[in-house]
């Protein structure tokens, strides 16, 4: 009898094992398996009131968009006050005295509670007021140049064997190991400054709200965010307003032209970050994909469905009951897109990236365009998308360019080409 109940259980066992393998996510690639659907309309408000006037969009529309992505997508990011402590860490000049660099610790408290992001800026010499680029970076700001200046970040950092990470903490051996995607040469020669900060100080990217910077804006007894309130994206987000506090007071930088980048998750970050805080004169967006710029409707590469239950960390506790539920969300991410307006933007692909979806990516941009027309200026011409290889836009910039997800020269190219039209320094 008892051996029977032990194989009951087994066979059990089993058949649940199966069942929950044939679950496994499958992604869809395919164009006619997308269903049908209507993306929500940007230019009528709740009430169902056309917006025809830059004024109805920055008083009625904009609003109610960015409090939805707020409640539904990213969760509310806290207003309350902080205190901030700067400690500059080191400064050198570097590539033959062509450029400087800074380190510059920022430490944040409140409550008893404290975090620390490091802001290493690079900028050239002999020029006043450069507009600066900054974004997030993956591994540590020893990655993106080797240079022994820099310190090694201490905080928790995602494992990574090729890349010198030991148990979670980045060694002497990560140095520079990604420099292909942060082009520093290239970026001084064009007289542009890059701004950057490891996520991970910020909000080390783990289903933990303990060891982040939400715990510094916890109610008595709050151990983690409310339903409504910012996960990680938010947070890191939160990390990119903290960059602009600090370069607004930097005496060489042009603080109207400060532009906003990231690459994948940190794609949706710089989205999110340059959609709320209009302080940033331009967001680029690389590879962002789902909960990024591509369309959650579609249902192509990466769903809700998929991100909520592998990163769930990342986005509101909200955000969850749209799994499968897309049709359902208030917003779709071509309003994040639109947020941006009347500022430029660029959204940036790869055509082997099918992952992130690169025509919802497309698609999501050229309906921002609707915004950008309240201020007579330009989106993107067609809704097909154009030729690899081949940017494309005016105020909303866009390209595929040619293999994976990934940063390359061709990105970085395309981006200071648009910022160069945009800034008046063609
Ligand atoms: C995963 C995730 C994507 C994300 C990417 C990244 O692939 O599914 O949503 O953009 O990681 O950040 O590299």
């Known amino acids: 009898m008892r051996n029977l109940k032990t194989y009951f259980i087994a066979v059990c066992c089993l058949l649940l094992s199966i069942a929950a393998f044939a679950q496994e996510f499958v992604p869809n690639y395919e164009e006619s398996k997308i269903p049908a659907y209507a993306l929500p309309e940007i230019l009528v408000s709740k009430e169902g009131q056309s917006i025809t006037s830059v004024d109805q969009w920055e008083?009625?529309?904009?609003p109610e968009i960015v409090t939805d992505f707020e409640t539904y997508v990213y969760g509310r990011i806290p207003k309350e006050k902080f205190e901030v402590q700067k400690e500059v860490l080191i400064e050198a000049d570097i590539l033959g005295g062509k450029a400087h660099l800074k380190e510059t610790k920022l430490t944040f408290s409140?409550?008893?509670?404290?975090?620390s992001m490091n802001i290493l800026?690079?900028?050239?010499?002999?020029?006043?007021?450069?507009?600066?680029?900054v974004g997030l970076n993956f591994y540590g700001n020893q990655t993106i140049l080797d240079d022994p200046a820099i310190a090694i970040t201490e905080s928790w950092t995602m494992q990574n064997d090729h890349f010198g990470i030991v148990n979670h903490k980045a060694t002497a051996a990560s140095r520079g190991v990604r420099h292909y995607r942060w082009p520093v040469g290239q970026i001084i020669a064009r007289g542009y400054g890059l701004a950057t900060i490891y996520y991970g100080d910020i909000d080390p990217d783990k289903d933990d709200f303990t060891d982040g910077v939400h715990a510094l804006f916890y109610?008595?007894?709050?151990?983690?965010?409310?339903?409504?309130?910012?996960?990680?994206?938010?947070?890191?987000?939160?990390?990119?307003?903290?960059?602009?506090?600090?370069l607004e007071q930097e005496p060489a930088v042009d603080a109207s032209g400060v532009l906003v980048m990231g690459h994948s998750r940190l794609g949706k970050a710089a989205l999110w970050a340059g959609a709320r805080d209009q302080r940033f004169a331009m967001v680029i967006s690389n590879d962002s994909g789902c909960g990024g710029a591509a369309l959650s409707r579609r249902k192509y590469g990466e769903t809700v469905g998929r991100i909520t239950?592998?990163?769930?960390?990342w986005f509101s506790d909200n955000f969850d009951q749209y799994a499968n539920n897309e049709d359902a969300l208030p917003v779709d991410q071509h309003m994040l897109v639109a947020l941006v307006a009347p500022r430029p933007v660029y959204v940036a692909s790869a055509k082997d990236d099918l992952w992130a979806d690169p025509k919802g990516e497309?698609?999501?941009?050229?309906?921002?365009?609707?915004?950008?027309?309240?201020?007579?200026?330009?989106?993107?011409?067609?809704?097909t998308m154009p030729e690899v290889n081949h940017p494309v836009g005016a105020s909303v910039g866009y390209h595929m360019r040619t293999g994976v997800h990934d940063v390359t020269d061709f990105d970085w190219n395309a981006w200071m080409d648009f910022a160069d039209r945009h800034l008046g320094r063609e």
């Open 121 to 133: 800026l690079i900028l050239p010499k002999k020029i006043d007021k450069v507009p600066v680029f």
């Open 110 to 115: 409140r409550q008893g509670r404290q975090i």
């Open 59 to 62: 008083t009625i529309r904009r």
């Open 309 to 313: 239950t592998s990163f769930p960390h």
């Open 362 to 383: 497309y698609l999501s941009a050229y309906r921002a365009g609707e915004a950008y027309r309240l201020y007579n200026l330009k989106g993107l011409a067609s809704e």
């Open 219 to 246: 109610q008595p007894g709050q151990i983690r965010p409310d339903k409504d309130e910012w996960g990680a994206i938010s947070a890191w987000a939160w990390g990119l307003s903290r960059s602009m506090d600090f």
